[in-house]
């Protein structure tokens, strides 16, 4: 398992990183959509210190690709019961 890039989400204490300060936030979205991360070396491992505290390891490239979302629409429309129903349970 040491030697695997899984992440182990399971520490992950935030759902949402809108709390995160923006220079952490600017960092954190670059390393999720995987973008290349073009830090100083000091100020990569200062940024991946801080958010190691949220559950992100940004020493660890991140291979999920988020998927297109897609919309179902279904409308619904008031019923009445079929007359066969209705003759013999009314």
Same mark, same amino acid.
């Given at each position: 398992? @040491?030697?695997?890039? $899984? %992440?182990?989400?399971? @520490? +992950?204490?935030?759902?949402?990183?809108? #709390? $995160?300060?923006?220079?952490?936030?600017?960092?954190? +979205?670059?390393?999720?959509?995987?973008?290349?991360?073009?830090?100083?070396?000091?100020?990569?491992?200062?940024?991946?210190?801080?958010?190691?505290?949220?559950? +992100? #390891?940004?020493?660890?490239? @991140?291979? +999920? %690709?988020?998927?297109?979302?897609?919309?179902?629409?279904?409308? $619904?429309?008031? $019923?009445?019961?079929? #007359?066969?129903?209705?003759?013999?349970?009314?």
């Amino acid at each position: 398992m @040491n030697r695997t890039q $899984l %992440q182990r989400l399971e @520490n +992950v204490k935030y759902e949402s990183f809108s #709390d $995160l300060p923006p220079r952490l936030r600017a960092t954190y +979205v670059s390393w999720k959509y995987g973008y290349p991360i073009e830090l100083p070396v000091s100020t990569f491992y200062r940024h991946r210190k801080a958010l190691l505290a949220y559950g +992100v #390891d940004i020493s660890i490239p @991140n291979n +999920v %690709q988020t998927l297109p979302i897609k919309i179902k629409t279904i409308e $619904l429309a008031a $019923l009445t019961a079929p #007359d066969w129903y209705i003759k013999k349970y009314a």
